[in-house]
């Protein structure tokens, strides 16, 4: 450890790249941050771990792990970058991903548009088999049917195939020999299959969540390949771990080989994993509402008792923003996010009503706001808040990257100025404040849906922009304390570092629960636990006592959904444990639904799942600091627009990495750090409290 006391951890963001080094020693922490590169995000990965190190004096043989958070696999399937995919199934269902559930998200909508199959009809190839519901045989597998199959995908050019058979995940010898038979003809293209990425019921989850598995394979093993070679001649480890969308790290090289699909929200969820983090640091009871407002979206999630909730049904790439079942479903473990609004980058204009909208089209990192000078002409959110003085054009990055504050105006006054008939700063104030209520509209309805009062939550407010509309927010919510984390502009980089190596399984096992074969139960527990045992020990080695943490889905007979339920952690898995999964059965299923179950109706086993993780000790993190150099918490004043003050005022601006722990400070004021900065309006107060976060209290409102 004395050699190799260093971890690093990488986010790569639409916008910024965001690079953490701990100090396993004493938990000290340095930050980085740099433009990302979206022709090659392994260029600004590599760029950024080499500045970070080398500006904090570490060298790269001092590094002992380095993990990693990205959304390639995300942007690939939002811009159908992906490969030329191929789908084969059973006859009768090549139309599967074209009719879904055959459910309108907006019964409203005649226009109604919903995502289109990644896989075109003409690469949609049919085999002759068929298994029943118990994965009897009903028609054995005719090989020849296989071999055509191929041959057209082959002479179509796919790069990637997807198997998807029915019943497959009740009994997958028939996907296990079309795949034989496919790679002996096609050795050199990449293969995905539903029983081992999705295994369990669901026809229609099942085949769309391995056909993204395998448009997204080829480009994520080119990118971890290009980025493992770059950090081999870096001098970092050259085998880096992953964020996953569960939550838990994996090894790279066993995530893009059997499922990559499973990190495709990978940086959102390390953001939420560092939010739980603060949580049990800085709040009693560690229920809060995560909030992460980058450069190109803003996210939320909810995080009970220290820990983010969980889904195993998720969407990707929607077609109408913000409506659950407008995108592509996925059947996979990940951290329940919602996107509730726009990021920094964000562009501003009018609709056809015309009225002032922002997003959903960002600036990316290129060209960017145009504040940034990099040829961008359109309004963001970014150039508002630089218009309204939240924003220093001297400090932003520290002082490494310039703002041009004539550019933003002349931007809000050309594009916006004319058709709302306003000044650039009454308009910088209605993007701003646009934003916020969207954003606190959406965070409102999420919590009437899971039944939480959100006056008894804290607000942790990270991400780059996050700190800059967290107060207005919580304002808007009836939220009295907001937690700006040490970070908070690199805070997802920093879940990675907390983060636990982990695995998620699942298994089919449908089942009357009075009548359930415990033996049964327990072997299939037994082989996941084995199963994800091994994939954890490619990253961390052999695992001496790992923790299994078992679910059983649930439902009451003949219900078509199901709920989750979690035994007991280190409960027997037998027969004993039927009264507490009932009772616990009933308490999940009136939070969901509104009421408990009906007395009287047997309840059913649809699927057992496990988690298995690799625990590590929960670190004590701090920011690290250089020497005292005696500066003041003040710098300085500036104006600064506050609705409640009619305009500008004159706000106090501080420096965050001066600020003593346990003083007060009066608001209106902006605290500054390289990474971000944080806005206290009027009539609130802030101070640093020990663990090195800023706590900002809000006034009662009657």
């Known amino acids: 450890m004395s050699q190799a006391s260093y971890r690093l951890a990488i986010d790569v963001g639409g916008t910024f790249t965001d690079i953490v080094v701990v100090d396993d020693r004493d938990g000290s922490l340095r930050f980085g941050k740099v433009l990302s590169t979206p022709a090659d995000p392994s260029e600004g990965s590599l760029a950024g771990a080499i500045d970070a190190l080398a500006r904090h004096a ?138 081992e990425v999705a295994g369990e019921v669901r026809e229609y989850e099942r085949t769309s969540t391995v056909t993204v598995d395998a448009y997204v394979k080829p480009l994520v093993r080119r990118y971890v390949e290009r980025l493992a070679a770059g950090l081999g001649q870096a001098g970092l480890p050259d085998r880096p771990a992953l964020m996953l969308s569960h939550g838990g790290i994996g090894s790279a090289t066993e995530v893009v080989r059997r499922f990559p699909v499973r990190m495709i929200e990978s940086g959102p969820a390390a953001g939420a994993i560092a939010a739980a983090f603060f949580a049990r640091q800085a709040l009693p009871g560690g229920d ?58 964000s562009i501003a204009h009018v609709n056809d009503l015309g009225l002032l909208n922002v997003g959903p089209h960002s600036a990316g990192a290129v060209p960017g706001p145009a504040c940034y000078g990099r040829g961008g002409d359109r309004p963001t959110v970014t150039d508002a808040d630089l218009i309204l003085g939240y924003l220093d054009p001297q400090h932003f990055l520290g002082g490494a990257m310039k703002l041009d504050v004539a550019a933003a105006r002349d931007a809000v006054a050309q ?31 999420h919590a009437a849906e899971k039944g939480v009062d959100l006056r008894r939550f804290g607000l942790i407010a990270f991400g780059g922009a996050g700190p800059l509309h967290a107060e207005a927010i919580a304002r808007k919510l009836g939220i009295r304390q907001v937690i700006c984390p040490f970070g908070a502009g690199v805070a997802s980089a920093i879940g990675c570092l907390v983060a636990t190596p982990a695995a998620d399984l699942v298994s089919t096992y449908t089942t009357l629960l009075p009548t359930a074969d415990w033996s049964e139960i327990a072997r299939r527990f037994a082989a996941m636990e084995a199963e994800a045992g091994a994939m954890i020990a490619a990253l961390v080695g ?113 420096d965050r990495y001066a600020l003593p722990a346990g003083e007060w400070f009066a608001g209106p004021a902006i605290v500054e750090e390289r990474e971000t900065s944080t806005v206290v309006g009027p009539g609130a107060r802030f101070r640093h409290d020990a663990a090195g976060h800023l706590v900002i209290e809000l006034p009662e409102v009657g």
């Open 58 to 195: 570490i060298a790269p043989a001092g590094v002992s792990e380095v993990i990693h958070a990205t959304t390639v696999a995300t942007n690939a399937v939002l811009e159908r970058r992906g490969a030329a995919t191929g789908l084969v199934t059973t006859r009768g269902f090549r139309d599967t991903l074209e009719m879904g559930r055959e459910s309108r998200y907006d019964i409203y909508d005649l226009g109604l548009r919903l995502p289109a199959p990644l896989v075109p009809r003409h690469l949609r190839v049919e085999v002759d088999e068929r298994l029943d519901h118990l994965g009897q045989v009903v028609r054995p597998l005719d090989e020849t049917t296989v071999a055509e199959a191929v041959g057209r995908l082959v002479a179509a050019g796919v790069r990637a195939i997807a198997v998807s058979l029915l019943h497959a995940h009740v009994n997958p010898d028939h996907e296990r020999r079309v795949v034989e038979l496919l790679r002996a003809a096609a050795p050199g293209i990449e293969i995905s299959v539903s029983h």
């Open 288 to 345: 809060a509402v995560a909030f992460d407002m980058g450069g190109t979206t803003a996210k939320m999630s909810l995080i009970l008792d220290g820990a983010p909730s969980v889904t195993h049904q998720y969407e990707v790439a929607h077609v109408h923003r913000f409506k659950p079942g407008s995108g592509i479903p996925l059947q996979i473990s990940a951290i329940e996010l919602l996107e509730i609004g726009a990021g920094g980058g």
């Open 415 to 445: 594009r916006l100025g004319g058709a709302l008939g306003m000044e650039p700063e009454r308009i910088a104030w209605g993007i701003h404040d646009v934003v916020n209520e969207s954003m606190a509209a959406a965070v409102r309805a």
């Open 542 to 654: 052999e695992v001496a006592a790992p923790r299994l943490r078992a679910a059983f889905e649930m439902r009451c007979e003949g219900q078509g959904y199901s709920v989750i339920v979690e035994a007991p952690l280190g409960s027997a898995l037998d027969a004993g444990l039927v009264p507490e999964l009932e009772g616990r059965f009933a308490g999940v299923y009136a939070q969901v639904y509104g009421h408990r179950p009906p007395k009287g109706v047997r309840l059913e086993l649809v699927n057992l799942r496990a988690r298995v993780e690799h625990p590590r000790p929960e670190q004590a993190l701090h920011l690290w600091r250089p020497a005292d150099t005696g500066a003041a918490a003040l710098k300085g004043h500036r104006q600064a627009w506050f609705a409640s003050t009619g305009g500008y005022t004159t706000a106090g601006v501080y």
